[in-house]
């Protein structure tokens, strides 16, 4: 069982730019969430893909977008980079759904990206 | 949509004391809390969950409590020890979405 892996580990982009982050779940795992991690703060939540349908978000703005592929691993998109978009961003894969035998499973959490936007 | 609070922001007890952190939730649909650590440069990860069908639950040194009339649940570390030492965040969840708290950073002197 391999467990959940993003790339790249860190990331320098400048102010205006595209990025796309990747994340690879954990074997076995149909979900993906996304998370924003700033600077001495908990991991804000951006989306959860859920069998590559987007089945949840929070309070980001739409050109931070997503996709979830047939394997099941993600990429999150964003654009037009803001100084604030710097931080540490988290993926977090788990077995939802009916399959699961349970409501709500565990979340595990990948090494994160670093992003820096200059 | 749901708001956690969390308390304390920071936390400093003697190796072997008790330490208890709380956290609030706004959202009544929310239905599961887990409590995470994450210590410095590393991913969060869980220690210990709570569905909301469940009061409490323990995991050796660790317990967890949950109140839902009054929406709130607390994390519980006994005889605790240098390596507890770390940021420690609760979160809500509500169908496809997850609320963190800020986190409390836990330091244990020996």
């Known amino acids: 069982e391999t467990g959940v892996t993003q790339s790249p580990t860190h990331l320098i982009k400048t102010r205006g730019q595209q990025v796309t982050l990747r994340c690879s779940s954990q074997?076995?795992?149909?979900?993906v969430s996304w998370y924003q991690q700033a600077l001495g703060q908990g991991p804000q939540f951006i989306f959860q893909?859920?069998?590559?349908?987007?089945?949840g978000r929070g309070n980001f703005p739409p050109r931070f977008s997503g996709l979830q592929f047939p394997n099941y691993s993600s990429e999150l998109n964003v654009n037009a980079l803001e100084l604030d978009d710097s931080a540490l961003y988290l993926c977090?894969?788990?077995?939802?759904?009916?399959?699961?035998?349970?409501?709500?499973?565990?979340?595990?959490f990948g090494p994160g990206t670093r992003l820096t936007v200059l | 949509g749901e708001n956690v609070e969390q308390h304390p922001s920071t936390l400093s007890v003697q190796e072997g004391d008790s330490a208890v952190i709380k956290c609030t939730y706004s959202?009544?649909?929310?239905?599961?809390f887990p409590w995470y650590k994450q210590e410095l440069g590393k991913r969060p990860q869980l220690i210990i969950d709570?569905?909301?069908?469940?009061g409490e639950k323990k995991d050796q040194r660790i317990a967890v409590t949950l109140n839902k009339t009054a929406k709130h649940f607390s994390l519980h570390i006994t005889e605790t020890q240098p390596e507890d030492s770390a940021v420690y965040f609760c979160?809500?969840?509500?169908?496809?979405?997850?609320?963190f708290g800020d986190g409390t950073t836990l330091t244990v002197k020996p």
């Open positions: 893909y859920y069998r590559e349908e987007e089945n």
């Open positions: 709570i569905r909301s069908n469940v």
């Open positions: 977090a894969s788990s077995i939802e759904g009916p399959d699961s035998g349970a409501p709500y499973n565990e979340q595990f």
């Open positions: 979160a809500a969840k509500d169908a496809g979405k997850s609320t």
């Open positions: 959202d009544s649909a929310s239905n599961y």
């Open positions: 074997s076995g795992h149909n979900t």
